[in-house]
């Protein structure tokens, strides 16, 4: 399964891109996305953000779990208290069946199935991992809210949380 990570400040505006693959069940941890359709990935996550506004008024929880659907890409949605968004996209592998043959036949894996509970715990572990570290990055004096992160152990700490979880 590829993978695209976004922040999203108060203003709409991106904070944090990153791009991965899956590294469990022998992944080498390289995002699979179709040449013609990386460039879609940000227009993509920043295209669900009015779903996740109508959302998050509605439920109260800080997880939003899969909030928008684009052909064959999911968006999940974890929100901080101060409005920020991690939003991210994931591509299974192989196309999932949207019709009435998902059975208890059908793989549970994290790759296989982007909307079976498996996967929505492993998304969410992976969110409150990125949630930890972006607060300790906001507890930083050189860093002002709704500023673009730069910080490449950031990136490097957003990365092994992929890799321990996706």
Same mark, same amino acid.
């Given at each position: &399964?590829?993978?695209?990570?976004?922040? =999203? @400040?108060?203003?709409? !505006?991106?904070?944090?891109?990153?791009?991965?693959?899956? #590294?469990?069940?022998? @992944? *080498? @941890?390289? /995002? %699979?996305?179709?040449?013609?359709?990386?460039? &879609?990935?940000?227009?993509? =996550?920043? #295209?669900?953000?009015?779903? =996740?506004?109508? $959302?998050?008024?509605?439920?109260?929880? &800080?997880?939003?779990?899969? $909030?928008?659907?684009?052909h064959? !890409?999911y968006?999940?949605?974890?929100?901080? @208290?101060? !409005?920020?968004?991690?939003?991210?996209?994931h591509?299974?592998?192989?196309?999932?069946?949207?019709?009435?043959?998902?059975?208890?036949?059908?793989s549970?894996? =994290?790759? /296989? !199935?982007?909307?079976?509970?498996?996967?929505?715990?492993?998304?969410?572990?992976?969110?409150?991992? $990125?949630?930890? $570290?972006w607060?300790?990055?906001? &507890?930083?004096?050189?860093? #002002?809210? *709704?500023?673009?992160?730069?910080?490449?152990?950031?990136?490097? %700490?957003?990365?092994? /949380?992929?890799?321990?979880?996706?």
């Amino acid at each position: &399964m590829s993978y695209y990570f976004a922040i =999203v @400040g108060i203003k709409d !505006n991106p904070l944090f891109e990153h791009e991965f693959g899956t #590294s469990k069940q022998g @992944g *080498d @941890g390289v /995002a %699979r996305f179709r040449e013609e359709a990386r460039h &879609m990935n940000q227009f993509i =996550v920043h #295209s669900s953000l009015d779903i =996740v506004e109508e $959302v998050q008024w509605g439920n109260g929880q &800080m997880y939003l779990k899969v $909030v928008d659907r684009f052909h064959n !890409n999911y968006i999940s949605c974890f929100l901080t @208290g101060g !409005n920020i968004k991690f939003l991210l996209l994931h591509a299974p592998s192989t196309p999932t069946p949207t019709t009435a043959t998902n059975t208890s036949r059908s793989s549970t894996s =994290v790759a /296989a !199935n982007p909307t079976a509970p498996a996967t929505e715990e492993a998304i969410r572990q992976f969110m409150v991992d $990125v949630y930890e $570290v972006w607060v300790k990055t906001l &507890m930083n004096p050189f860093y #002002s809210p *709704d500023m673009e992160i730069r910080s490449s152990i950031f990136r490097s %700490r957003v990365a092994a /949380a992929g890799k321990k979880y996706l």
